[in-house]
């Protein structure tokens, strides 16, 4: 790795550690709100109803699994400069389901932020478990973040999962900027942004969301495809069509 690669990799890894954090700041400062973090050393006991414990779990949890995904950060970073460090990351057993339910919870303050839900739709019964690199966790993380972040506000993303004797296939379906089919392979490279996700004034990105995908499926050799359909509205004089995210994610 040359010089340049070295300092843009810092750059990069920087960007990303700072957005987890400013999550994290979010998570902690909403935990010590609920909490009444200002009455420490007052001796008063915490007494809240159902819903407020619900949501000190939820925040707990959050906390906890943007904790996890700081440390898969950190490993890609580990993986990237030198490739051979993938043989020494923990092969896991994972919950396809479940990393994604993790992701979508994660993500329930920006979702809430931009108005858009985020559904699942599944037959949970069906959990499959797969042997995966411990990055894996990152991967459902940056594709609903993608969704939520790019689409319109009071909008849905929907992610449907089918399984299959060999395989999951999930489907992520959102609203955002259109593609043109000259793009569509472009995303995956690293630094690249579609030329209407770059007229969003409220979007900033660095196009490294759907390149860490990319490294990460390979690895697992999941297939990945997507698909933007034509475009039939607009907003603030950007075209907007669906956008589809389809995986296969195959079964050992």
């Given amino acids: 790795m040359s010089e340049h690669e070295h300092n843009d990799l810092v750059l990069e890894s920087m960007h990303e550690l700072r957005y987890f954090n400013q999550q994290l700041k ?72 479940g990393k994604f339910d993790k992701a979508k919870k994660m993500l329930s303050a920006l979702s809430r932020k931009k108005k858009v839900k985020i559904q699942i739709k599944s037959d949970v019964k069906d959990n499959r478990i797969i042997e995966a690199y411990s990055i894996i966790d990152i991967l459902p993380y940056l594709l609903i973040d993608n969704a939520v972040k790019y689409s319109p506000e009071r909008n849905d993303v929907d992610i449907e999962f089918e399984y299959y004797d060999d395989c999951v296939k999930i489907d992520i379906s959102s609203e955002g900027p259109f ?4 793009e569509i392979k472009k995303l995956t490279e690293k630094h690249y942004r579609g030329r209407n996700a770059l007229r969003m004034d409220d979007c900033i990105g660095r196009g490294l969301g759907l390149y860490f995908v990319k490294y990460i499926a ?18 603030n004089g950007i075209p907007y069509s669906n956008f589809s995210v389809s995986l296969r994610i195959p079964l050992q």
Avoid at 35 to 58: E, G, H, P, Y
Avoid at 76 to 88: G, H, R, S, T
Avoid at 218 to 235: A, F, G, M, W
């Fill in 179 to 182: 593609v043109g089919a000259d």
């Fill in 26 to 97: 979010n998570f902690a400062e909403q935990l010590s709100m609920e909490l009444q973090a200002d009455k420490v050393d007052q001796d008063k006991k915490i007494d809240m109803k159902s819903q407020q414990a619900d949501r000190v779990r939820n925040l707990a949890s959050s906390i906890a699994n943007l904790s996890q995904l700081f440390t898969t950060r950190i490993d890609f970073i580990d993986v990237e400069l030198n490739p051979n460090a993938i043989e020494q990351l923990p092969i896991q057993k994972v919950n396809v389901y």
């Fill in 218 to 235: 390979d690895l697992h050799d999941i297939v990945i495809n997507y698909k933007s359909e034509k475009y039939s509205y607009e907003i």
